[in-house]
């Protein structure tokens, strides 16, 4: 079992190694919904949020964090993203013992009704497509021992482009360590790990005239060629430290808590970026974020609330995030998560 963990702890700084020697793989991925930063706390945090996850997100963004539940646990999250585009997260958790987390995970982006434009009409057919995305994901995570948690993802991803699909399977990696020093843990993980996708469907079947200048001839049947994609495959690195209060023992505070989030995030498909987050939390009730993007084309500056309560013996907790994405405006997300 120590080698396993010893692998699950190495695999993912090999393939981030490999991951930045190539930096040549700009806009060489599908999927790309799989890169938006799911979740209202981690979106507030500003994606840096590997190293501190312990919600039902933890499915996206690290596997290993699901073993931080001690009941199971449903999340759903909403984010209304830029124009008219509507993604969304379901998940539950349940622990199969105190060392033993199953998780289960629906992504979904739909990009609503749009017109189809041709040559012939370029103002529009009157017929109209969609793109819609889904992932499906399954989770095991373990605690290996007090201070160490690792996790895996399985996931089905789907991709919908009016008529013609693209689908493939992916798994996801992660660990989280706690180091016992002022309340610092330190988290990995490697998502999207996958063979490729490609695109197939019945409007790649066209009619072609080979011989533009001969009238009279025959249109030759034809099919259209589209290339074969891998998800894209992102590797994180973080750390999350308790500056005053929660675990830090040399700066204690019943009522308040200080965090700080930095996470490193390499993808396949653009250069090294950084993420930064900070949380302030007032008696375990009520929490106030914010967050930066660094390196990033549109998002910078993000923030959020959240607030926990409990009802009739649940555990519930309602977070909202609210992302400066320039041009593209405001993007808001809002979750909620519940512990039976």
């Known amino acids: 079992m120590k080698r396993i963990a010893k692998l699950i702890i190495a695999l993912p700084l090999v393939l981030g190694t490999l991951m930045a020697q190539d930096i040549s793989k700009v806009a060489t ?13 981690g979106a507030s945090l500003g994606g840096a949020y590997v190293a501190g996850v312990d919600d039902i997100s933890a499915i996206h963004w690290n596997p290993a964090g699901i073993a931080n539940f001690q009941r199971p646990g449903a999340y759903a999250s909403y984010l209304n993203l830029y124009a008219g585009i509507q993604h969304g ?3 539950a958790v349940y622990p199969m013992s105190p060392t033993d987390f199953f998780g289960l995970g629906l992504t979904y982006l739909n990009s609503g009704e749009m017109e189809v434009n041709t040559i012939d009409f370029p103002e529009g057919t009157t017929e109209f497509f969609s793109v819609s995305n889904v992932a499906i994901s399954t989770s095991y995570a373990r605690k290996m021992t007090d201070r160490l948690n690792i996790g895996v993802t399985v996931k089905y991803v789907r991709e919908q482009i009016w008529r013609e699909v693209a689908s493939t399977f992916g798994f996801d990696i992660g660990s989280q360590f706690n180091t016992g020093i002022l309340g610092t843990t330190l988290g990995m993980a490697i998502t999207n790990f996958s063979s490729e ?7 790649l079947d066209v009619k072609v005239d080979i011989n533009p200048n001969n009238q009279g001839n025959v249109d030759k049947e034809a099919r259209l060629y589209t290339e074969s994609w891998p998800l894209p495959l992102v590797f994180r690195m973080g750390i999350k430290t308790d500056l005053v209060g929660g675990s830090n023992e ?31 939390e007032w008696r375990q009730i009520a929490a106030l974020r914010l967050g930066y993007h660094h390196n990033y084309d549109t998002a910078k500056l993000t923030g959020g609330a959240g607030v926990k309560f409990s009802a009739s013996g649940v555990a519930m907790k309602i977070d909202y995030s609210v992302a400066d994405f320039g041009v593209l405006d405001l993007v808001q997300q809002l979750s909620l998560g519940m512990d039976f």
């Open 29 to 41: 991925t599908a999927s790309q919904f799989l890169k938006l930063e799911l979740g209202a706390r």
């Open 89 to 91: 997260f379901m998940g």
């Open 250 to 280: 040399m700066i204690k505070s019943q009522q308040n808590r200080i965090t700080l989030f930095i996470d490193g995030n390499d993808p396949l498909d653009h250069e090294l970026r950084f993420n930064y987050g900070l949380e302030y």
């Open 197 to 203: 996708m490609k695109f197939d469907g019945p409007d």
